[in-house]
């Protein structure tokens, strides 16, 4: 069974960091893309980051560039989301999940339960 | 804002159908042939219930069909059943650089 647990979200002050993983079972994580995404409360999904099979090709949403890292280790079955600087805007249930497909894109088939970040003084 | 239009609520009883919109553009919805649909119970993660505009993922009943025209995408759930009433949010390719983009989400209330 295909299971993705996310973990470390909490309360931090705005400029903090915090950093969140997603560990992955019931499949190989090397063979798919993977993704964070995330929810504010009361408003839609919104796309954070995407990193390629390898960890070589990363890509953010414009409101995170320079602020979040998205990384994987694929030895330990895991995805992870180091975020800094981080502002009262990024407070959000944040979900890792992975593609229907290993390479092009239909849908996220399998997601965390997600990890709340609260950014608040 | 969503980049994607969606009624915030939608209901129907038992048995009847509904069917849920989901509004964008020519650069998301409009432009490609990717549209996903995802049901999402309170506490439990999303699940994908409809990829490509129309094609379900093994397990997911026909009770749950996808349709595209234009900009405009919809899913239409038939023979309501009480487990139905959850969260559905649409989703859209969007280009390489956007890559997705979501809608805000429509609360079903089976009656």
């Known amino acids: 069974e295909v299971q993705l647990v996310d973990s470390g979200g909490g309360l931090v002050q705005p400029g903090g960091s915090l950093s969140l993983s997603c560990a992955a079972s019931?499949?190989?994580?090397?063979?798919?893309?993977m993704s964070w995404v995330r929810q504010a409360p009361g408003k839609g999904l919104e796309w954070v980051a995407n990193?390629?099979?390898?960890?070589?090709?990363?890509y953010y949403v414009d409101s995170v560039k320079g602020r979040f890292t998205i990384s994987r280790d694929n030895s330990k079955n895991s995805l992870y989301l180091q975020m800094n600087t981080l502002r009262v805007e990024d407070t959000a249930v944040y979900y890792c999940a992975r593609p229907l497909y290993s390479s092009g894109w239909a849908g996220f088939e399998y997601w965390g339960l997600g990890t709340l970040v609260t950014v608040s003084s | 804002q969503s980049a994607l239009t969606q009624p915030r609520s939608v209901s129907g009883s038992p048995g009847q159908s509904v069917t849920i919109s989901c509004t964008g553009t020519s650069s998301n919805v409009g432009g490609y042939n990717y549209v996903s649909w995802y049901q999402h119970h309170p506490g439990k993660a999303p699940k994908l219930i409809i990829y490509?505009?129309?094609k379900r993922p093994s397990g997911v009943p026909d009770r749950f069909s996808g349709s595209k025209s234009g900009n405009a995408a919809s899913l239409t759930i038939s023979g309501l059943q009480a487990d139905d009433e959850a969260d559905y949010f649409c989703?859209?390719?969007?280009?390489?650089?956007?890559?997705?983009?979501f809608g805000g989400g429509t609360e079903l209330t089976v009656l």
């Open positions: 990193i390629n099979h390898e960890g070589s090709e990363k």
């Open positions: 989703c859209s390719y969007a280009g390489s650089y956007t890559f997705v983009v």
């Open positions: 019931g499949f190989t994580l090397s063979g798919y893309w």
């Open positions: 490509d505009v129309n």
